[in-house]
């Protein structure tokens, strides 16, 4: 009985002293916790110091402008939308369809103001016509950058494809494959082309179907000559016929295309030159042979 009671009672000292032990840890590393986080806090700046610091446009001007494009992207239809990301898309621009809509209602407030200043100065009706132009203008002007950029990037891609196309026939012919053939031509070349087939082979090493890749290429280009060299190559894997060979036809096909083009652009050419030359040429020619018979008609009446 007594050793049981001896058991016991080093039982429960050793129970106490084992919880004192896990308080005093428990307590030590709470302490240690709030100690680090009082630091930690110290150190810090507070958050109306972080924002005084930053620069007024950052804290000010650019929410405002973000808050706008979004209010603008809102009101404006899903098809505009739509069509706006589709040309951003093939002119290969980093701009962001809110950043274009920001650009578009800063030009069309800029003019607008411009016309109003003009109205509001000269007060008669010619100003209020220029005041509409220049509306018209602010309104205008953003589209028709972004679709100059569109066509020049079209142009640079038809003025390159059929030298480009002929080098892919030649590689494919050499016994490279069509991939192979159109890496090396993407290396070897410079321009939209050559980042666009860049493009498309980093999604087919990324799994997507060749196929696929290419159509959504000829999406992004919008060049007619261009889609139908990628039809005759989806449908050339389909039915199993020759790589070479439809490459072949297409190189042919589209060098008759740039003759024809060129020979239309010099038909074309006179056609243009009327404009010029009856309100600018003209005019200066006829000044020139008139004036001495103008001045000795006045002298001698």
Known sequence: MFIALIVVSLSGLFACLA????????????????????????????????DLEMSFGRRVVRPAIDGLARTATGVLPQSVLADIQQQLTMARSPMKVSTFVTFWLASLVVFCGLGLMVFFTVGSLPSLAVAFVLLVLGYKLPRMWLTSRVKAKQKAVILGLPNNL??????????????????????????????????????????????????????????????????????????????????????DQLRMQRRQRAERLANEAPIKMIFPLVLLIFPAFLAVILAPAVIRISETF
Request: charged share 25%; glycine share 6%.
């Open 19 to 50: 919880v004192a032990a896990f308080g005093s840890r428990r307590s030590s590393a709470m302490v240690t916790r709030i100690e680090a986080f009082r630091a930690q806090s110290t150190m810090q700046p507070a958050e109306e110091d972080v």
């Open 166 to 251: 002929d080098l892919i026939t030649t590689c494919v012919e050499a016994g490279l494959g069509l991939d192979a053939a159109l890496s090396r031509v993407a290396e070897q070349n410079e321009g939209p082309l050559s980042a666009e087939l860049q493009r498309m082979l980093r999604d087919v090493s990324m799994g997507k179907l060749r196929r696929e890749a290419m159509q959504e290429m000829a999406d992004r280009v919008g060049v007619e000559e261009l889609s139908y060299f990628i039809t005759s190559i989806i449908q050339a894997e389909k039915l199993g016929v020759g790589i070479s060979q439809v490459l072949r036809v297409q190189s």
